[in-house]
């Protein structure tokens, strides 16, 4: 199949061989929302959860998942990453959690990025769950990448003015 790097020929899975890739900085940012009530959205920011600090354990669960995605994405390469920040902006209606992934590599971080926003998410929901069970986890996307073979992309809705 061609242009699918992880199918052989035969369109068996196998993991691409990065050894003759040149280590290039590289760099990935990654975004997703997590809708909730207004009480719900309220209890986190005013730190009225039965849990503790959602937001914080949230972010660490993020860091954590980028950390350990070629444990969880089959085929993915275990990167050293040098960076993992995750941003988390709480509004009456939820949060956006942002990620940005980094590492001196031969591959790229955008699962590593895509990883820790999906976990970000999702643990923001395990520990908001009894205040709101009707949340929703949206619009998780890679929104730009750097470094590489390919080069820098961006989102065609992101302006370029977002990567730091």
Known sequence: MPGLTHID????ARMVDVGDKAVTQRQA???????????????????R?????????????GIMAAKRTSDLIPLCHPLPLTKIEI????????????ATAATAGQTG???????????????LYDMAKALDKAMVLSD??????QGGK????????VAAAQIS
């Open 150 to 157: 390919s080069g820098d992309w961006v989102a065609p809705v």
């Open 49 to 61: 959860t039965k849990k503790g600090d959602v937001l914080a354990v949230a972010r660490v669960a």
């Open 29 to 47: 940012v990654a975004s997703g929302r997590i809708t909730m009530s207004g009480q719900a959205a309220a209890a986190i920011a005013e730190g």
């Open 109 to 123: 971080v955008e699962m590593e990025a895509l990883t820790a926003v999906s976990v970000t998410l999702l643990t």
């Open 87 to 98: 941003d988390l902006a709480l509004d009456e209606g939820g949060v956006t959690a942002t």
């Open 140 to 145: 998780i996307r890679l929104l730009a990448k």
């Open 9 to 12: 020929a035969d369109g068996a």
